[in-house]
């Protein structure tokens, strides 16, 4: 089952620690994760830990997923960087800023892998 | 040697309370920092030495700063339209070296701010900005709304220095004095210790800011009864608590900026603030992310008239977002090269910008390995600059202060390899 969601990105300490540390796997557990509310994971039947595949107009993402029952029902959460970026939309709407939040998305379990940093740049070459 | 009154060199917080404790010259402890400055005073595994390859899916090869520079200039002298971003993690000295560059070479000149508050610009462009300093905002504010932030988590001692629990002139209960607001899509660590959490709809921050210069003005009758997902009730009595401070400050970050209309909702949001004057004291100010993302914008601001997206192919500064900014450059395919120094466009732009980008020469002035080194074609390694190199940097609030050195490297600084890039492009033009 697909779940439409509402995708934003955005900071989070773990990924400021490591924003000069990113080929480690540390900036993957930082910034290769989305979050979303418990009720969410539920109607996809996921568990924490367990890879999601995040899917908008302008591309497609494998993250495990996490938690946050901050998020109100259909709002999920990748933190900014080349995870978040696989969905980010380029269009800028005439002001020179991309769409980093509030795309339409759809979100499913997946047995599909997470890339790499290294492997998520090789697919854009 | 324990280093006291060290800034630090990470978010536009500028903290300068820093003690660093520098023995052999290595940075043994970081002290009062928060947890990201410290990881970045403490460092990272660094890229040793300039690399090169022809194909970005080749290996690189180590190279001599020479060849890396020559080629650098070469690529820049052979571009017609070479994209110059980055910039926020540079010192001012720096970018005044880059906006040379760029005027020899014909650049398109973007900072970070592009992906961050250019927006913010945008709507200062229209409004201006009722703005101050944050200690005027730790020594007064007693209402603290927090728009599309979340300090806890990007800005981790905004709050204890500045914005919460500071103890001020005229707030010297610190947290006690402070009714705190924060307006955000989801309930944030931010939220969890605020006052009131207010929680908008993704995309409606407009509606609600419109709603609340209703309410603040008196016309609370023209309110539907749920606007962006707040309650009339709600939205009035805020504008109430707004009104009744007795000085009152917005802080707003990129929940505002790049949300369903980006600028416009900053020009709203100024008005507010605005109107707000009318009846009391109120502020707003953009939460800055790189140290010197602030500096960027002021340099280039005195340098050309413009913050960012500055085309200087025209021998003018010409300035229009939406084609002149990055992203815009690089979806329309009009680069043919990109220099990317302090900043790391691999990592923050959308991935169809970023596949737009493997198609051009990229050449990467930076101290460490990221996503923009997995897309260049050149890396020059240099140092990293509020650590290894002084020089000038700009707080989110505009004040400028001196970053100090507290080790010495064998790498050159942005500045040397800029002006060796320089000099060889105009070498090969044959100018003076």
């Known amino acids: ?125 | 040697m324990l280093i006291k009154d060290v800034i630090c060199p990470f978010c536009g917080c500028l903290c300068d309370d820093l003690a660093v404790e520098v023995e052999n010259n290595k940075v043994i402890d970081v002290k009062h920092a928060c947890k990201i400055g410290a990881a970045k005073i403490r460092g990272h595994n660094r890229i040793e030495a300039p690399m090169m390859r022809e194909s970005k899916t080749d290996e690189f090869r180590e190279v001599s700063y020479d060849e890396a520079i020559n080629e650098a200039a070469r690529i820049l002298v052979d571009s017609k339209r070479p994209l110059m971003y980055g910039w926020a993690s540079c010192l001012c000295e720096m970018m005044k070296k880059g906006v040379l560059l760029a005027e020899e070479v014909g650049g398109i000149l973007d900072n970070t701010a592009s992906v961050c508050h250019g927006p913010s610009a945008l709507g200062v462009q229209e409004k201006g900005i009722p703005t101050g300093t944050l200690g005027q905002f730790a020594n007064r504010a007693d209402v603290v709304i927090f728009w599309g932030c979340n300090p806890v988590q990007a800005h981790p001692r905004h709050m204890s220095r500045y914005s919460v629990f500071a103890k001020g002139f005229f707030t010297n209960k610190g947290r006690k004095d402070r009714k705190i607001v924060v307006v955000d899509v989801r309930k944030t660590d931010t939220a969890e210790m605020a006052d009131e959490y207010v929680q908008v709809n993704p995309g409606e921050d407009y509606k609600l800011l419109a709603a609340f210069r209703a309410a603040v003005a008196d016309k609370a009758d023209v309110i539907p009864d749920t606007v962006a997902g707040v309650s009339k009730e709600k939205i009035v009595e805020l504008a109430a608590a707004m009104k009744g401070a007795k000085y009152g400050i917005v802080y707003f970050g990129m929940g505002v900026t790049q949300t369903r209309c980006k600028y416009k909702n900053i020009d709203i949001a100024v008005s507010l603030t605005t109107d707000l004057n009318a009846y009391t004291k109120f502020s707003i100010i953009p939460m800055r992310g790189h140290y010197n993302v602030t500096g960027a914008g002021q340099v280039f601001a005195w340098e050309t008239g413009y913050v960012n997206g500055i085309d200087m192919s025209r021998g003018v500064p010409y300035y229009n977002p939406g084609e002149t900014c990055s992203n815009d450059m690089l979806m329309r395919e009009e680069l043919d090269s990109a220099f990317v120094i302090g900043g790391d466009a691999g990592a923050h732009f959308p991935a169809q910008s970023i596949a737009r980008m493997a198609k051009i020469p990229v050449i990467q002035v930076d101290p460490f390995h990221n996503p923009t080194t997995e897309m260049a074609n050149i890396v020059i390694p240099v140092k990293v600059s509020g650590v290894e190199l002084a020089g000038t940097a700009y707080r989110m609030d505009s004040v400028c202060l001196r970053m100090r050195k507290l080790v010495d490297v064998d790498f050159p600084s942005d500045e040397e390899v800029l002006d060796k890039i320089l000099a060889k492009v105009k070498e090969i033009k044959g100018v003076s």
Not at chain 1, 89 to 98: I, L
């Open chain 1, 1 to 125: 089952m697909k779940l439409d969601a509402i995708f934003i990105s955005g900071r989070t300490v773990n990924q400021g620690v490591n924003l000069e540390n990113k080929s480690s796997t540390a900036y993957f557990d930082a910034a290769g994760y989305c979050e979303m509310n418990s009720t969410d994971a539920g109607k996809i039947s996921t568990d924490p830990g367990n890879n999601v595949k995040v899917t908008t107009d302008f591309g497609n993402v494998v993250v495990p997923m996490r938690i946050c029952e901050g998020n109100p029902d259909g709002l999920i959460f990748i933190p900014m960087g080349p995870w978040a970026n696989a969905v980010a939309s380029p269009d800028t709407a005439g002001c020179g800023m991309p769409g980093f939040k509030g795309l339409p998305a759809t979100v499913e379990s997946t047995d599909e892998k997470a890339p790499t940093m290294p492997e998520l740049m090789a697919r854009l070459k």
